[in-house]
Nanobody, 123 residues
């Protein structure tokens, strides 16, 4: 069982940066692939980024890879999402998720989810 708690969301002006954190409970955190997804009002949840347990393999949504960076610190049971050059279209609830298997862009593969953190980017 893994419990996930996101933090770091908030209101930021366009062009600004935020770093989201996701703290995980459970001794097996280091074995999980971790992902970030987001959901804007009226839209489906979409993949943002994922990172394998080792931190060596990452995947990004093509439209975000130049601005967002995912990382993890297994010693702290935490995964991060650094978001730069934010745009109003980045406004969404951001969720972290844990996958016991391989890295995936598909939300259905993830076994555990956090409650989400709101990111609002003003123009």
């Amino acid at each position: 069982q893994v419990q996930l708690v996101e933090s770091g969301g908030g209101l930021v002006q366009a062009g600004g940066s935020l770093r989201l954190s996701c703290a995980a409970s459970g001794r097996t955190f280091s074995t999980y692939t971790m992902g970030w997804f987001r959901q804007a009002p009226g839209k489906e949840r979409e993949f943002v980024a994922a990172i394998r347990w080792s931190g060596l393999n990452t995947q990004y949504a093509d439209s975000l890879k130049d601005r967002f960076t995912i990382s993890r610190d297994n010693a702290k049971n935490t995964v991060y999402l650094q978001m730069n050059s934010l745009k109003p279209d980045d406004t969404a609830v951001y969720y972290c998720a844990a996958d016991r298997n391989g890295i995936s862009r598909y939300s259905g593969n993830y076994d555990y989810w956090g409650q989400g953190t709101q990111v609002t980017v003003s123009s």
